[in-house]
């Protein structure tokens, strides 16, 4: 790893030691434990394909290192619901506070405020973050190829499965790829946006789409902005699209989901 995401990790990795002598993992396991039952994300996405061709993962933050502010009158509760009501399938909430502006609140308010499943979008290097998540109600974490090796990505993979979670595999390139599917978890998030350099290339994207097994369902990751985006990576073998500052930037996010479904 390098610049940004190697940034990133390593202001991860101090917050981590914080976060964890404030809350032991005996603590949050418990919190997981008592948390609301999961709502099924792979399950949305799939009854989605089969009656809109496609599934939609709306998301909600408001910053990122690439578009800094994103989305000034920020409010996870209004989002969520403006999302559900356009139809979208699943939300993505930002909870990482240094480069992103979250914060884990984001992701209660906003499952509170819908019915949807939803994936914590986040950085996750540790098994405690993954408790932590089910603690703050995710029914779905982000697992990133690129940001860990594959013991702690099958430690990560295992902690989110025995917690009734599903798991989101973000990859980048062919040998990320060929790593994450020595996973059983059948979501491969194929990102457009190389997260050291953040320079977006939806070509590359399609190529490494192609290159996904049958049997495993691939969500398309950044760089989605019109209809013909969404029939490119579908023709590669996309059945969902995970889409955030497209979005957010425009003023009804309702209204711009509703333009990019291909009906």
Same mark, same amino acid.
């Given at each position: 790893?390098?610049?940004?995401? /190697? ?23 418990? +919190? ?64 990482? /506070? ?71 595999? +973000?990859?980048?390139?062919? /040998? +990320?790829? /060929? ?7 059948? !979501? ?22 192609? !290159? ?32 955030? +500052? ?18």
């Amino acid at each position: 790893m390098s610049d940004i995401l /190697e940034n990133i990790c390593a202001e991860k990795r101090e917050a981590l030691k914080k976060a964890k002598r404030q809350r032991p993992f005996k603590i949050i396991h418990e +919190e997981a434990l008592n948390a609301p039952p999961v709502r099924k994300f792979l399950y949305a996405l799939r009854a989605a394909v089969l009656q809109e061709g496609a599934g939609f993962i709306c998301e909600i933050k408001k910053a990122s290192p690439s578009a800094g502010i994103i989305c000034p009158n920020f409010s996870p509760c209004t989002l969520a619901s403006d999302y559900e009501r356009a139809g979208a399938t699943c939300l993505s909430v930002l909870t990482d /506070e240094a480069f992103f502006q979250g914060k884990n609140e984001d992701l209660f308010d906003a499952r509170q405020a819908c019915s949807l499943p939803v994936l914590r979008k986040d950085f996750m290097l540790d098994a405690w973050q993954i408790s932590e998540s089910r603690a703050l109600g995710a029914d779905c974490v982000l697992l990133i190829m690129a940001a860990v090796s594959d013991a702690t990505a099958f430690e990560l993979h295992q902690a989110a499965i025995d917690y009734g979670m599903d798991v989101l595999i +973000e990859v980048h390139n062919r /040998e +990320e790829l /060929e790593r994450a599917l020595k996973l059983s978890s059948p !979501l491969i998030g194929v990102n457009s946006r190389n997260l050291k350099t953040m320079i977006t290339d939806l070509s590359h994207a399609a190529e490494i789409v192609r !290159l996904v097994p049958q049997g495993r369902f691939v969500v398309s990751e950044s760089g989605i902005h019109a209809q013909g985006d969404v029939a490119m990576m579908k023709a590669a073998g996309a059945k969902g699209f995970l889409i955030g +500052e497209s979005l957010l930037k425009q003023g009804d996010v309702g209204a711009a989901l509703q333009k990019l479904k291909i009906q």
